[in-house]
């Protein structure tokens, strides 16, 4: 994609949520997709304006550049759809998501600059869709930058999905986890954390939060099996309340040999040794 095209994409995603363009830090544990700075000059700000109060009002006869460009990407996500499912094996669509994800850079850059929705139609997949994608190939934390967005926003899913948004980021994460754990891997403890601290208080349905609980204390038993036992009870009361919780939520989660496990190790902590000190000195005797 040409500098010049991912920028008309970039402005006509920022005209598209008709609001004006303001940087997005991205969050403490995500990629980053909106540079430090972005100079426009007042003349392109007024022209931003422009374009998305003729977006919102009443429709003109001929399309504006950002309907143009608008329409572009519709029609590019509408042919990578396509594109997808005609691909049958697994890799293989998951290194087509790879190749297809910088297409959609710009516009979603616009999208986060903006802060002011996803649009409506079609273009409005495309957020959503892009974050998806990301969680497909790997990129968990550049995923997790856009779900303060998507919640924010309230942004609906695809109807592909079933699922809304918060669902969808859970279970899509805790299945990736999961699989790599039953794979016999380790999987990143902080992405399953952040997960969780997006989603608290937000109604999920048990048998998707188990998930997510079960593969937080497959990690941190894991990594209390690597402490020395003098320095494991911490970490091991921890996982044990993490995955009983897990099985609070979905008694059929199966986690209760690993409760068994951390029961095991948390009762092999060595006691602390008290000061046995038995020495008594007495007032000093006078001469």
């Known amino acids: 994609m040409t500098p010049a095209r991912q920028h008309r994409e970039r402005m006509a995603a920022l005209a598209a949520t008709a609001a004006d363009p303001q940087l997005v830090a991205s969050s403490e544990k995500g990629g980053?997709?909106?540079?430090?700075?972005?100079?426009?000059?007042?003349?392109?700000?007024?022209?931003?304006?422009?374009?998305?109060?003729?977006?919102?009002?009443?429709?003109?006869?001929?399309?504006?550049?950002?309907?143009?460009?608008?329409?572009q990407i519709v029609l590019r996500l509408t042919h990578d759809l396509r594109r997808l499912k005609e691909i049958r094996q697994r890799d293989r669509k998951v290194a087509a998501k790879r190749e297809m994800l910088p297409e959609y850079a710009a516009w979603i850059e616009g999208l986060l600059?903006?802060?002011?929705?996803?649009?409506?139609?079609?273009?409005?997949?495309?957020?959503?869709?892009?974050?998806?994608?990301?969680?497909?190939?790997?990129?968990?934390?550049?995923?997790?930058?856009?779900?303060?967005?998507?919640?924010?926003?309230?942004?609906?899913?695809?109807?592909?999905?079933?699922?809304?948004?918060?669902?969808?980021?859970?279970?899509?994460?805790?299945?990736?986890?999961?699989?790599t754990q039953n794979a016999g891997n380790?999987?990143?403890?902080?992405?399953?954390?952040?997960?969780?601290?997006?989603?608290?208080?937000?109604?999920?349905?048990?048998?998707?939060?188990?998930?997510?609980?079960?593969?937080?204390?497959?990690?941190?038993?894991?990594?209390?099996?690597?402490?020395?036992?003098d320095q494991a009870k911490a970490s091991l009361e921890a996982t044990l309340a993490t995955l009983r919780t897990a099985q609070g939520h979905n008694d059929r989660i199966g986690v209760r040999d690993r409760i068994k496990r951390a029961e095991k190790l948390l009762a092999a902590v060595p006691t602390p040794v008290a000061d046995t000190n038995t020495e008594q000195s007495g007032p000093a005797q006078a001469a």
Request: hydrophobic letters at 50%; a negative charge; proline letters at 7%.
């Open 186 to 229: 380790a999987f990143p403890l902080d992405i399953l954390e952040h997960v969780d601290e997006l989603t608290i208080g937000l109604d999920i349905h048990d048998e998707v939060r188990a998930k997510l609980l079960k593969a937080i204390g497959i990690e941190q038993l894991r990594a209390a099996e690597d402490l020395p036992a």
């Open 32 to 71: 980053q997709f909106i540079p430090a700075n972005i100079d426009r000059t007042p003349a392109q700000i007024y022209r931003e304006r422009a374009a998305a109060t003729a977006i919102v009002s009443a429709p003109v006869e001929a399309a504006s550049p950002a309907d143009r460009v608008a329409a």
């Open 113 to 179: 600059a903006a802060d002011a929705g996803v649009g409506t139609g079609i273009a409005a997949e495309v957020l959503p869709t892009y974050m998806v994608w990301l969680i497909d190939v790997g990129c968990y934390a550049e995923a997790l930058d856009l779900v303060p967005f998507v919640l924010r926003h309230d942004v609906a899913m695809p109807a592909r999905y079933q699922r809304d948004a918060p669902t969808v980021i859970m279970e899509e994460i805790a299945d990736a986890a999961l699989a």
